[in-house]
T-cell receptor, first 110, second 115 residues
Framework: AQRVTQPEKLLSVFKGAPVELKCNYSYSGSPELFWYVQYSRQRLQLLLR??SRESIKGFTADLNKGETSFHLKKPFAQEEDSAMYYCALFPPTYYDKVIFGPGTSLSVIP | KAGVTQTPRYLIKTRGQQVTLSCSPISGHRSVSWYQQTPGQGLQFLFEYFSETQRNKGNFPGRFSGRQFSNSRSEMNVSTLELGDSALYLC??????????????FGPGTRLLVL
């Protein structure tokens, strides 16, 4: 079955500590993986996508096709990183649907 | 550029009624996708429209339908409402079909409550 899992519903880290939000996917093909973020009272917005291999706000994510994972990492968490994070899978064809993970709520403790 | 707008922002309906939600994409964007967000099921893809044609559809019953107009504005309709349809309905627009290259921009959502 095609799915995206984010094992942690809630994640709390101290400011300055490293943070890793896990994302695993199941898909028979080569999907595109994304991370979306929703800050309090703001709209859902794209954080980064694996195809661009970029670092946004200090966050990076590496697609591991062997482990079918796309974990989001940041070496030093900041208070402003507190938000809801969603991992999303976009299929390579337009016959399959987009799948979002259940989300992880990150809380950075000052 | 103005962002994605959705109307109405809040809606209360009763079971059995029907509802129409509207989404205006960012100017120049031709793709509009709809999602349902609930605490239990999370974000679920409903459908995507591009150039007035439905290009992709999620696993929702036929009570959920949509359309896109020539100006790319989109409407979503839910007929014979059920209590379980209570959710936040999000609309997202992108220049082209949503995928690896195109960035989707989300609207604020319409919160529907079915009593």
């Amino acid at each position: 079955a095609q799915r995206v899992t984010q094992p942690e519903k809630l994640l709390s880290v101290f400011k300055g500590a490293p943070v890793e939000l896990k994302c695993n996917y199941s898909y028979s093909g080569s999907p595109e993986l994304f991370w979306y973020v929703q800050y309090s009272r703001q709209r859902l917005q794209l954080l980064l996508r694996h195809i661009s291999r970029e670092s946004i706000k200090g966050f990076t994510a590496d697609l591991n096709k062997g482990e079918t994972s796309f974990h989001l990492k940041k070496p030093f968490a900041q208070e402003e990183d507190s938000a809801m994070y969603y991992c999303a899978l976009f299929p390579p064809t337009y016959y399959d649907k987009v799948i979002f993970g259940p989300g992880t709520s990150l809380s950075v403790i000052p | 550029k103005a962002g994605v707008t959705q109307t109405p922002r809040y809606l209360i309906k009763t079971r059995g009624q029907q509802v129409t939600l509207s989404c205006s994409p960012i100017s120049g964007h031709r793709s509009v996708s709809w999602y349902q967000q609930t605490p239990g099921q999370g974000l679920q893809f409903l459908f995507e429209y591009f150039s007035e044609t439905q290009r992709n559809k999620g696993n929702f019953p036929g009570r959920f339908s949509g359309r896109q107009f020539s100006n790319s504005r989109s409407e979503m309709n839910v007929s014979t409402l059920e209590l379980g349809d209570s959710a936040l309905y999000l609309c997202a627009s992108s220049l082209g079909l949503a995928g690896a290259v195109e960035t989707q921009y989300f609207g604020p959502g319409t919160r529907l409550l079915v009593l």
